[in-house]
C-alpha cells in the first residue's frame, strides 16, 4: 500500500519518523513530502528515512512549477496566523477578503493535483497522512482541506499523527486563554477519517468535536520502546563535550506563547550555576526559541557554567549528556523518565500543572527552596533511587505504552485499515 506523509517542522518529523520506519518494514511504500523550510531535507531522520528502500523524500517546491508553487506560497503566507499578530495584519485581513477563498481554490486545487498525482497515479490503495492540524498552524487550513476532499475522490484515507505529546495536565495554559471550554484550535481534527493520539490526556482536546469513530488512542511512536532503540543509533555525533562536572543538568524551554515567569526562571538559573561542580546547559524551544527572552538574556550568558544550546545540539544529544532535566512542562522530557533520570517538574515556573508531576508527584518542584534541596540532594548522594517504581510504571502505561508496549505496529495497522475502508468505500459507490 502506498502512503503520503506531509511533513513540517521538527516535532512532526520527531513524532513520525518512526511510523514511517515501521510503515516500511511492514512491507509498504511511501512519499514524504516537506511542505516547511526545506533545510530539513538535511534533518537526521529525514536523511534517514531517504535511505530506506520504498521511500521518496522531497521539498513541495521541487514538485512544482516555479509560478504554481510561489502562488501556493503566497497564499498560505496570506491566511498565516502569525501574520494577523504583527502591524500587517490588517492589511493582511483586507487582501484575503479581496482574493478570496474562491480564488484561491484554483491555486489549491492545482498544487493538489500535482502531489496526488505523482504519488498516487496507477495506485489501488493508499493513505494520506498530515500531522495534528489547528486552527493556528502555519500550514493553511484551506489547503489542508482541499488535499483530503481530493484524497477522498481517489478513494484515499486520510489520517491525522501526533507531533508532540500533552506535557500539560491542565487547559489554561497560553497567554490570553481565560476561559475553561474546549479550545476550538482543535476542532481542526475533524476535517480527517482518523486522528490519532498517544493517549487519553491528549485525546481530550479532540473529544468535543469529533466523534469516537474518528478518534484512536494508540500510544506514542516518539517515546516507544522499539524506536529509542533505533533512535540511539541514529542520531549524529553529539557536539557535546563530557567535562568533569559532578552534576550535569539541562532545562527544557517551551515557546513564548506559554505562559512561564521568565524573572523566576532566571533566579533559578543563576542559583544552580552557583553550586559547585554543577554545569547547565538552556535549550530554547525548537520553534520560536529566540523570542524567548531567557536566552537573550546577557547576565546569564556571562556564567560560565552555563551555556545555551544550539541548532546542532538535539534532544537525545542533551538526554545523553544530563544526569537531571528540569521540566518547564514540555513532552520531550518522557524520555528522561524512560531511561531513569530524574526530571524536576517545575511546576512553580509556569502557569500549568505538568504532566509528569500529575503522575509522579516526587518529581515537582513548589518553590525555590525545593530546587535548592533537589541539586544538593543530587551533588550530595547522587541521583538514583529518584522516581517511586509505581508512579513510574503508571505513567509509561497511561502516557507513552496504552494497551501494550507493541505501539508502532498499531499505527500502521490504523493506516492500513485507513486504505482499504476509502478504497471500498469508493468502490461501492462507482459500482452503485
Same mark, same amino acid.
Given at each position: 500500500m502506498k502512503?503520503l506523509?506531509f511533513?513540517r517542522?521538527?516535532?512532526?518529523?520527531?513524532h513520525?519518523?518512526?511510523?514511517?520506519?515501521?510503515w516500511?518494514e511492514?512491507?509498504?511504500?511511501?512519499?514524504i513530502?516537506?511542505?516547511?523550510?526545506?533545510?530539513?531535507?538535511s534533518?537526521?531522520?529525514?536523511?534517514?528515512?531517504?535511505k530506506l528502500?520504498?521511500?521518496?523524500v522531497a521539498?513541495i517546491?521541487?514538485?512544482?512549477?516555479?509560478?504554481v508553487?510561489?502562488?501556493?506560497r503566497l497564499q498560505?503566507?496570506?491566511?498565516?496566523?502569525?501574520?494577523?499578530?504583527?502591524f500587517?495584519?490588517p492589511l493582511?485581513?483586507?487582501?484575503?477578503?479581496?482574493?478570496?477563498a474562491? &480564488?484561491?481554490?484554483?491555486?489549491?486545487?492545482?498544487?493538489?493535483h500535482?502531489?496526488l498525482?505523482?504519488?498516487?497515479?496507477?495506485?489501488?490503495?493508499?493513505?494520506?497522512?498530515f500531522d495534528w492540524?489547528?486552527?493556528?498552524s502555519p500550514?493553511?487550513?484551506?489547503?489542508?482541506?482541499?488535499v483530503?476532499?481530493?484524497?477522498?475522490t481517489?478513494?484515499?484515507?486520510?489520517v491525522?499523527l501526533?507531533?508532540g505529546?500533552?506535557p500539560?495536565a491542565?487547559?489554561? +495554559?497560553? %497567554?490570553h486563554e481565560?476561559?475553561?471550554q474546549p479550545d476550538p484550535?482543535?476542532?481542526?481534527?475533524?476535517?480527517f477519517?482518523?486522528?490519532?493520539?498517544?493517549n487519553e490526556l491528549?485525546?481530550?482536546?479532540?473529544?468535543?468535536?469529533?466523534?469516537?469513530?474518528?478518534?484512536?488512542?494508540?500510544?506514542?511512536?516518539?517515546?516507544?520502546?522499539?524506536?529509542l532503540s533505533?533512535?540511539?543509533?541514529?542520531?549524529?555525533?553529539s557536539?557535546?563535550?563530557r567535562?568533569?562536572?559532578?552534576?550535569?543538568?539541562?532545562i527544557?524551554?517551551r515557546k513564548?506563547?506559554?505562559t512561564?515567569?521568565?524573572?523566576e526562571?532566571?533566579?533559578?538559573?543563576q542559583m544552580?550555576?552557583?553550586?559547585?561542580?554543577?554545569e547547565l546547559?538552556? &535549550?530554547?524551544?525548537?520553534?520560536g526559541g529566540?523570542?524567548?527572552?531567557?536566552?537573550?538574556?546577557?547576565?546569564l550568558? %556571562?556564567?560560565?557554567?552555563?551555556?545555551?544550546?544550539g541548532?546542532?545540539?538535539?534532544?537525545?544529544?542533551?538526554?545523553?549528556?544530563?544526569?537531571?532535566?528540569?521540566?518547564?512542562?514540555?513532552?520531550?522530557?518522557?524520555e528522561?523518565? =524512560?531511561?531513569r533520570?530524574?526530571v524536576?517538574?517545575?511546576?512553580?515556573?509556569?502557569?500549568?500543572r505538568?504532566?509528569i508531576?500529575?503522575f509522579m508527584?516526587e518529581?515537582?518542584?513548589?518553590?525555590?527552596?525545593?530546587?535548592?534541596q533537589r +541539586?544538593?540532594?543530587?551533588?550530595t548522594?547522587?541521583?538514583?533511587?529518584?522516581?517511586i517504581?509505581?508512579h513510574?510504571?503508571?505513567f509509561?502505561k497511561?502516557?507513552?505504552?496504552?494497551?501494550?508496549a507493541?505501539v508502532?505496529?498499531?499505527?500502521v495497522?490504523?493506516?492500513?485499515a485507513?486504505?482499504?475502508?476509502?478504497?471500498?468505500? =469508493?468502490?461501492?459507490i462507482l459500482?452503485?
Amino acid at each position: 500500500m502506498k502512503a503520503l506523509f506531509f511533513l513540517r517542522h521538527y516535532n512532526d518529523i520527531d513524532h513520525i519518523t518512526p511510523v514511517v520506519f515501521k510503515w516500511i518494514e511492514s512491507g509498504h511504500v511511501c512519499d514524504i513530502v516537506l511542505v516547511g523550510s526545506s533545510k530539513f531535507l538535511s534533518d537526521y531522520r529525514i536523511e534517514f528515512l531517504g535511505k530506506l528502500a520504498g521511500v521518496r523524500v522531497a521539498h513541495i517546491r521541487d514538485l512544482l512549477p516555479p509560478l504554481v508553487f510561489l502562488r501556493w506560497r503566497l497564499q498560505t503566507l496570506l491566511l498565516a496566523p502569525g501574520l494577523r499578530r504583527l502591524f500587517i495584519g490588517p492589511l493582511a485581513n483586507a487582501l484575503a477578503q479581496i482574493y478570496n477563498a474562491k &480564488k484561491r481554490e484554483y491555486a489549491w486545487r492545482n498544487v493538489t493535483h500535482h502531489v496526488l498525482t505523482r504519488s498516487f497515479e496507477n495506485v489501488g490503495k493508499g493513505v494520506v497522512i498530515f500531522d495534528w492540524i489547528t486552527r493556528n498552524s502555519p500550514v493553511c487550513i484551506e489547503w489542508v482541506e482541499t488535499v483530503v476532499s481530493m484524497a477522498r475522490t481517489l478513494g484515499l484515507g486520510t489520517v491525522s499523527l501526533p507531533h508532540g505529546d500533552s506535557p500539560h495536565a491542565n487547559q489554561l +495554559i497560553r %497567554r490570553h486563554e481565560w476561559k475553561l471550554q474546549p479550545d476550538p484550535m482543535y476542532s481542526a481534527g475533524r476535517i480527517f477519517d482518523k486522528l490519532v493520539v498517544p493517549n487519553e490526556l491528549c485525546a481530550v482536546r479532540f473529544r468535543p468535536f469529533m466523534d469516537d469513530r474518528s478518534l484512536a488512542v494508540l500510544g506514542s511512536p516518539r517515546f516507544c520502546d522499539e524506536w529509542l532503540s533505533i533512535l540511539a543509533k541514529l542520531s549524529p555525533p553529539s557536539p557535546l563535550i563530557r567535562s568533569d562536572s559532578r552534576l550535569k543538568l539541562v532545562i527544557f524551554l517551551r515557546k513564548s506563547d506559554f505562559t512561564t515567569f521568565w524573572e523566576e526562571v532566571g533566579e533559578v538559573v543563576q542559583m544552580i550555576a552557583a553550586f559547585p561542580g554543577v554545569e547547565l546547559v538552556i &535549550k530554547p524551544h525548537t520553534r520560536g526559541g529566540w523570542r524567548q527572552s531567557l536566552t537573550n538574556d546577557t547576565l546569564l550568558r %556571562r556564567l560560565p557554567n552555563v551555556s545555551v544550546a544550539g541548532d546542532d545540539v538535539h534532544s537525545i544529544h542533551l538526554m545523553n549528556w544530563a544526569d537531571v532535566v528540569i521540566d518547564l512542562a514540555t513532552s520531550v522530557v518522557f524520555e528522561a523518565v =524512560k531511561e531513569r533520570k530524574p526530571v524536576l517538574a517545575a511546576d512553580y515556573l509556569h502557569a500549568g500543572r505538568s504532566t509528569i508531576a500529575e503522575f509522579m508527584p516526587e518529581t515537582r518542584l513548589r518553590c525555590r527552596d525545593d530546587v535548592y534541596q533537589r +541539586i544538593d540532594e543530587f551533588l550530595t548522594i547522587g541521583c538514583d533511587s529518584f522516581y517511586i517504581e509505581k508512579h513510574r510504571q503508571h505513567f509509561l502505561k497511561e502516557m507513552i505504552d496504552g494497551p501494550d508496549a507493541d505501539v508502532l505496529p498499531r499505527y500502521v495497522a490504523l493506516l492500513e485499515a485507513q486504505g482499504e475502508a476509502s478504497f471500498y468505500s =469508493k468502490a461501492r459507490i462507482l459500482k452503485a
